[in-house]
């Protein structure tokens, strides 16, 4: 976008074509995680923790790999740990990488009352203005992944910005750059739902997992950032990923028919008291009937 | 209630007790507050009232301490004029006669009391919307404390708060068309308290009938 200043489309009294002329350009960007090669080994918290400047977050034991129950304000990445039984009676040891998927059709932004706290770039990367956040909590409503966290401190709310402060300078997010195994990628969204997509049918002919397949839900128009899985068809085994995520109902109820009925109401009852005065006026007292009784002089 | 001289010395008739103005007050200034920074929350069209009202992350965070403000007044409210609220036989012939009372053609309502079947449901529909508005307030003052399992609460929260204020809105338009403009001398009922005796008889008869048998007993 900001390259649109710069390119050259027509030069004069130039013999042949305009150097670069025809290139098409994709800003859509995308992470993928390979859940199937995630090893679980938290680099990637570390790195996020780093790059945005919190401190690592006390640990919780409960007898599992999970080392905390869930992202928190200032810890927007967490790897999900979840001991999956198959149909065989074997054992599986699901790891996902919890965060902000980046919704195409973002529900936290669709519920946020206050101007310009929530924004979407058009390289599709959903991300709060903590200046314009007033802390109301809508965006938690909102969101079909349970992704917004609010500071108590700060008093408003906070997410992963999928590095919107590296990718805006060309760099890919740190999450990418720490993982040791290659099961995080990022690209243009074409490139890695391709991607996404060669290694499912990879998993599916020559590893023995049938249902494999990519994670990129039509309910939200598609995520920013995507998943892998071993079973597309049970994404709930993967720490609580929705089936079939979407803005809830009650949003779109609120934002879309309930809004415009309100205010059409609200003007209906201004502009309909306004209208019986001219109509029929105040309502007269009654003095002369008191005065014939006697009772007021 | 018969307690107070109602009738004044001054020939006019005390419509309103000091208690019962400054409560009255109480909710009507802390309505208009959260009215204003709600609908500030509610359309983008409107979000510059918050701006006017401070900011917006002030007018969020008041918003449900004044909440508080106005449900201690409607509690209050409660106590003074609940027992006065309540329905009567005469009630349903002047609802039947809601149309002339809408025409201005008073002669054909039957009298009221103190308070007329409307202001009843303006008190009642004031009091009910302000509990449900204060639990599904609750719930989106703290939406962190929710969990994630009980989510259908803030979900519901959504949707029955704003629908409860706009139940709130149609009854404040009357009654604030009603108590500046369409019956002379009510806002100076809830401002000095009284009103004239003429007002009196012919906005609540029975009512001023029976301070003339009370005062005729003493």
Redesign the interface.
Known sequence: MSQASTEIIRISAHAGPVPGAGIDREFQVCKLVDTTTCIGCKACEVACLEWNGYPFSETTFANTYQTMPETTWNYWNLIKFNEHERADGSLMLLMRKDQCMHCEDPGCLAACPADGAIVQYANGIVDFQEAHCIGCGYCISGCPFNIPRFSPAARKVFKCTLCNDRVSQGLEPACIKACPTGCLHFGTKTEMKELAETRAQQLRDQSGFPDAGVYDPAGVSGTHVIYVLHDAKNPEAYGGLPKDPHIPWAVQLWKKPLKWIGNLGIIAGVVGVFVHYLRFGPKVVREDELRSHGEIK | MSREPYLLPN?RVLRYTFRERLVHWLAGVSYVYLLLTGL?????WL?WI?VVLGS??I???FHPWIGIVFLIAVCLMYSMWAAQMGETSADKAWWQAIGHY???E?RQVPSADRFNPGQKLLFWGFFWNAIVLLLSGLI?WF??S?P?NL?FL???A??IH??ST?LT??LF??HV?MGT?????AFGSVIRGDV????A???HHSWYQQL?RDSARK
């Open positions: 020939g500030a929350f509610w359309s983008p979000f918050a917006p992350t007018s969020r965070a809408i025409r201005n008073d989106l939406p962190q929710i994630w989510r803030h979900l519901a959504v949707l704003p629908i706009l809105i149609a338009i009357i068309y403009a369409m019956e002379r001398g004239s005796r003429a007002w008889d012919t906005h003339l």
